[in-house]
């Protein structure tokens, strides 16, 4: 039977997503994901052209959109009229979930530095780079806002994103087979944002 338009494409991508969240990007092999989804490699190649565009579109799109989004809500914010609270959630909340389903990411990030020049820009790990960048500049315009000071304004966000990556890559190793609820994670994550960075005394 004929697969609908679109279907080898999506099974790729999720069993892209599936076997890099298992074993790092040089681990997994084009064939493995092709058997997982139940197609041929050559298609793959066909969709895809190579393993490296197959990973930037499964797990590093999603990332970096998510943070181009977030900047543009972070552009729109009126300080006065924000609700820090509400903020600090969407932002979470949003990152938290993109992290839980591509965890391959983590992993190929974490094993990162063993890739090539070549390997960073074709992979797109490089675009990820430049995403933490963007949320380092957000965390210095936020603490400005605020009156706060530092000397290194961009070691909050980057803190943050270590504490909501580490849940979401070892809920398994923390809690087993019955985490807590998706939303008391999001809100003690929240309570330790707002309450270890923005408050902070001088």
């Known amino acids: 039977m004929r697969r609908p338009r679109g ?4 099974l790729l991508l999720d069993a892209a997503r599936t076997l890099f969240a298992r074993q790092d990007y040089r681990s997994t092999t084009t064939r493995e994901i092709a058997a997982a989804a139940g197609v041929t490699e050559h298609l793959l190649f066909r969709h895809f052209g190579s393993k490296a565009a197959l ?9 970096t959109s998510f943070v181009d989004e977030f900047g543009q809500t972070w552009q729109s914010v009126v300080p006065e009229e924000t609700d820090e609270q509400e903020l600090t959630r969407l ?5 938290y979930d993109v992290l839980v389903k591509h965890q391959g990411l983590l992993l190929t990030l974490m094993a ?18 430049r ?8 965390s210095a315009e936020g603490m400005n806002l605020r009156g706060l000071r530092s000397d290194h ?7 943050t994103v270590a504490m909501i990556a580490g849940m979401a890559a070892l809920r398994s190793t923390y809690f087993g087979t019955k985490p807590p609820s998706r939303e008391v994670i999001v809100d003690e994550l929240i309570q330790a944002i707002l309450h270890g960075f923005l408050h902070r005394n001088d």
């Open 112 to 129: 990162s530095e063993a890739l090539s020049e070549d390997e960073l820009a074709d992979t797109g790990i490089a675009d990820v780079r």
């Open 153 to 159: 304004p961009d070691l909050p966000a980057h803190s």
């Open 131 to 138: 995403a933490l960048r963007v949320l380092g500049r957000i």
């Open 7 to 10: 279907e080898p494409r999506r």
């Open 55 to 63: 990973f930037r579109e499964a797990l590093v799109l999603p990332f």
């Open 91 to 95: 932002f979470v909340g949003q990152l």
